[in-house]
């Protein structure tokens, strides 16, 4: 398919001061504000506090399909802090919505209009998680349960899992270890089953997986050897190791052995992780607490992810954090593009 054109979105200025409104304009992206310098934090993202007014992203590369993912924090909330625009800058073919904290399908012109194939996994709880597959192309089948779970309602509105002709597509907000680990064990139940479904749709067709995962797979490493450091996804490793949901030994370890399956796991194929893969020293992140000036500092998590079958990865032609859409949500969204015969199958 040829390529798309350069889309540029202006949204109604927020309140906050311009010092609140900067933001910092990627290599991947350029965004058009109207104060003087960017502010850019220790770790390279920008420190902006609400969506930038103007809001624009490269052309989408020849031949793809754009994937985009990102946890809202409540679709309600998030529509009224520059969702729309967002959604009409980046204009994705496939968008995974977490959290979006909706009580029934939503009836939204807007949404709609732009993508005619949608899958709502709501939550049995009120105002509670949920998960949506917004699509423009046609999926053969969907799914909003995980497979073997003891508990479905306790899953209800955590997973939707679509088939195309080229790939299946995971969407997932997945369980959350919780405050004081005390729902770890339910994390870990999860983590079991996921496992499982994830590798068993792995020996049908290729899979994407992008989400919310909730896990923050590896921490910063120094060599002394070559005086070097590696990948971060989170601010404070040390200090949150084996205490904070989606950074403890069992979460870390069953992403892990999701990406490179154990001896025990025969046959299972394996996964990448494909922001970090292609940017191995980057400490990125995609979520930044509302809490203690974490946005301005810099200190963050990375959650959100694209995660694809091994076979996949050199179909794989972008993959970035949109660092500058913040305020919306305490999350930013991640976005892939591949070579659309996965999706479309032509």
């Known amino acids: ?90 204009d994705p073919d496939i968008l995974v919505l977490t959290e979006t904290k909706v009580n029934e399908v939503p009836v939204d012109p807007f949404l709609t209009s732009r993508f005619p194939h949608c899958t709502w996994a709501i939550s049995s709880k009120k105002s509670y998680s949920g998960t949506a597959v917004l699509s423009k192309h046609k999926p053969l089948s969907v799914d909003t349960k995980l497979p073997g779970h003891p508990d479905p309602s306790s ?15 995971v969407a997932t907000y997945a369980t959350n270890a919780g405050q004081g680990l005390k729902t770890l064990k339910e994390k870990n139940t999860w983590n079991e089953h996921f496992t499982t479904h994830i590798r068993d749709l792995d020996t049908k067709k290729p899979v994407i997986w992008m989400g919310d995962l909730n896990v923050a797979p590896t921490a910063i490493d120094f060599d002394p050897v070559y005086l070097t450091f590696s990948h971060s996804d989170l601010a404070n490793p040390k200090s949150n190791w084996n205490k904070t949901p989606g950074y403890t030994k069992d979460e870390t370890e069953a992403f892990q052995n999701i990406l490179d399956p154990p001896e025990s796991a025969a046959g299972a194929g394996k996964f990448v992780d494909v922001w970090r893969q292609n940017h191995p020293e980057d400490k990125h992140y995609t979520y930044f607490s509302y809490r203690f000036d974490c946005r301005t500092k810099g200190l963050g998590w990375r959650l959100d992810m694209f995660v694809v079958s091994e076979r996949l990865v050199e ?26 015969s996965i999706v479309t199958g032509s």
């Open 155 to 169: 899953v209800k509105g955590r997973i939707v899992t679509v088939e195309f002709p080229g790939c299946y597509i």
């Open 315 to 340: 179909k794989v032609k972008m993959c970035e954090i949109r660092s500058e859409i913040y305020g919306a949500s305490d999350h930013v969204p991640v976005v892939m593009e591949i070579e659309s």
């Open 1 to 90: 398919m040829p390529p798309k054109k350069k889309t540029a979105v202006k949204r109604k200025a927020a309140s906050e001061s311009p010092s609140d409104n900067e933001a910092s304009a990627s290599k991947k992206a350029k965004v058009s504000k109207d104060s003087s310098e960017p502010t850019i934090a220790a770790n390279g993202q920008p420190t902006n506090k609400v969506l930038p007014v103007n809001i624009n992203f490269p052309p989408q590369i020849a031949g793809t399909v754009r994937l985009s993912t990102w946890n809202i924090c409540s679709l309600a909330s998030a529509s009224k802090k520059g969702f729309k625009s967002y959604v009409e800058a980046e």
